[in-house]
């Protein structure tokens, strides 16, 4: 079964700060990685996903993550956060041709004005 | 609705007692998830039904969860005789079921489940 570690599980930076988020996964088949945010008080939605192609996939809201396969990983990184970034970040991942998915434990951010 | 929804979206219970928690996905989405996610902790997976196919149960914790699905629509997570270790909101999620898993999967609210 596959598992994601996300680490600094509380991330607190002030805005024009970049921002990045590790995320590392046992599995040593084929998988497809994503990254899901939930704003305060909403749904958890997609933010960007990776399934094959180009290891730099850009998301939503600027912010973007590179699937280095060597290292297990699939890291997210946005240049200059905003206020409006403050929320909980999830990295998941599954194996290609099965749907459910593995999640970490999640970083919450917080980006102080 | 455009979204998944999710029925009630907070449950206190006795332990011991018996509950049911309702999905209604987005229309025409073939698949639907259940997870759970406990305080602290990342979304656990419990079941996912595809289409017409048996579904993957294999992440509910014990006999005391179950879960239904009727054709492409509602689904209904049953968890019996509760215990104190079951307090977690529960999401539910949907996805039109593209191949090799590549779905993005659209989350519902959640239910706060709360067992004193």
């Known amino acids: 079964a596959q598992s994601v570690s996300q680490h600094n599980h509380h991330v607190i930076l002030s805005e024009a700060a970049s921002l990045e988020l590790g995320c590392n996964y046992s599995?040593?088949?084929?998988?497809?990685l994503f990254w899901y945010v939930q704003y305060p008080g909403q749904h958890l939605q997609l933010l960007l996903k990776y399934f094959s192609g180009d290891p730099l996939v850009k998301g939503i809201k600027g912010f973007e993550a590179e699937f280095i396969k060597s290292k297990f990983s699939f890291n997210l990184r946005k240049p200059s956060v905003q206020w409006s970034d403050t929320a909980e970040y999830f990295c998941?991942?599954?194996?290609?041709?099965?749907?459910?998915?593995?999640f970490g434990k999640g970083n919450q951010v917080v980006v102080i004005p | 609705g455009a979204g998944v929804s999710q029925s009630p979206s907070n449950k206190v219970t006795e332990k011991g007692k018996d509950v049911e928690l309702r999905c209604d996905p987005i229309s025409g989405h073939t698949a639907l998830y259940w997870y759970r996610q406990r305080l602290g902790q990342g979304l656990e997976f419990l079941i996912y039904?595809?289409?017409?196919?048996?579904?993957?149960k294999s992440g509910l914790p014990s006999d005391r969860f179950s879960a239904e699905r009727t054709g492409e629509s509602v689904s209904t997570l049953t968890i019996q005789r509760t215990q104190q270790e079951d307090s977690a909101v529960y999401l539910c999620?949907?996805?039109?079921?593209?191949?090799?898993?590549?779905?993005?999967?659209?989350f519902g609210p959640g239910t706060r489940l709360t067992v004193l």
């Open positions: 998941a991942v599954n194996a290609q041709g099965n749907n459910r998915l593995a």
């Open positions: 039904f595809q289409g017409n196919s048996a579904p993957d």
């Open positions: 599995y040593g088949g084929t998988v497809n």
């Open positions: 999620a949907s996805s039109p079921l593209r191949p090799l898993g590549t779905d993005t999967q659209y």
